[in-house]
């Protein structure tokens, strides 16, 4: 993770990619749920799952969305937008890659960034446009010190 913090420090640039990957366990379903209270038998019941067609029970689409904010978490990126498109279900055991292209930084850093999730066959199964505030002088600064400091990173 600190790999993203460096380039953040380094100054971001349009055009750069960040990427994370992660994958998606039962238990990390089941967590999700219990956090926000989305019960989806979508989640939970292999009947109502393969009521939809489905091959097996799906993640929740907000807990696969939320792999971005691990690189804005890096980023130290203040998010004023997040609009997602679901492709694809995400299955308990997937890997998911999620990478990051900044797309416009302007002069006050305010940013947008494009988002694609792909699975570990490649498919694309989840599509993202973020908008936000990256770091100025000052917070990379910070960052830079928080690294530097072994702090939590």
């Known amino acids: 993770m600190s790999q993203i913090r ?9 055009g750069e990619t960040l990427t994370v990957s992660r994958k998606f366990t ?11 209270r989305d019960y ?11 009521a939809k ?14 792999l971005l904010t691990e690189i804005g978490g890096q980023i130290g990126w203040l998010a004023s937008e997040m609009n997602f498109r679901f492709k694809k279900p995400v299955y308990f055991g997937d890997t998911i890659e999620c990478s990051l292209v900044i797309t416009k930084i302007d002069d006050r850093n305010r940013a947008r960034a494009e988002v694609i999730y792909r699975n570990q066959d490649g498919i694309v199964v989840l599509e993202a446009e973020l908008a936000g505030v990256l770091p100025g002088d000052l917070e990379r600064k910070v960052l830079d010190s928080i690294l530097a400091g072994g702090e939590r990173n």
């Open 40 to 50: 989806n038998p979508i989640h939970f019941d292999e009947r109502f799952a393969a």
């Open 6 to 14: 460096n380039q953040t420090i380094q100054g971001l640039t349009v």
């Open 26 to 36: 039962e238990r990390d379903m089941i967590t999700f749920a219990e956090i926000t």
């Open 53 to 66: 067609n489905l091959k097996g029970r799906i993640c929740h689409g907000l807990l696969v969305g939320s």
